[in-house]
């Protein structure tokens, strides 16, 4: 079992930053792809951006290329998504998850392939 606990939501006006934590505890951190992803009421849950085991490798969703930026620290147990520029649309739950897997340079960009997922925090941007 791997338990995510995510921290750093919060309101922030239009063209702001916020930097989201996501804190691992249970397993090797070291073992797991790992992901944040976002969801608004009524909506299904959508990709923001994901980093690969080793943290070398990095995929982002078009609508936050250039704005966002996942990182990972595998000493720390922890993966980070900094977000500049924040717009209104941005404003959703934000879930950090974890995937179990061999390949230390591939990403994983489907909710489904995910194995663990955190509790999710609120990022409201203001215009």
């Known amino acids: 079992q791997v338990q995510l606990v995510e921290s750093g939501g919060g309101l922030v006006q239009d063209g702001g930053s916020l930097r989201l934590s996501c804190a691992a505890s249970?397993?090797?951190?070291?073992?797991?792809?790992m992901g944040w992803f976002r969801q608004v009421p009524g909506k299904e849950r959508e990709f923001v951006a994901a980093?690969?085991?080793?943290?070398?490798?990095?995929n982002y969703a078009d609508y936050v290329k250039g704005r966002f930026t996942i990182s990972k620290d595998n000493a720390k147990n922890t993966v980070y998504l900094q977000m500049n520029s924040l717009k209104p649309e941005d404003t959703a739950v934000y879930y950090c998850?974890?995937?179990?897997?061999?390949?230390?340079?591939?990403?994983?960009?489907?909710?489904?392939?995910?194995?663990?997922w955190g509790q999710g925090t609120q990022v409201t941007v203001s215009s």
């Open positions: 980093i690969s085991r080793s943290g070398e490798v990095t």
């Open positions: 998850a974890a995937g179990s897997l061999y390949l230390q340079r591939k990403v994983l960009t489907s909710a489904q392939q995910y194995n663990y």
């Open positions: 249970g397993r090797t951190f070291s073992n797991y792809a």
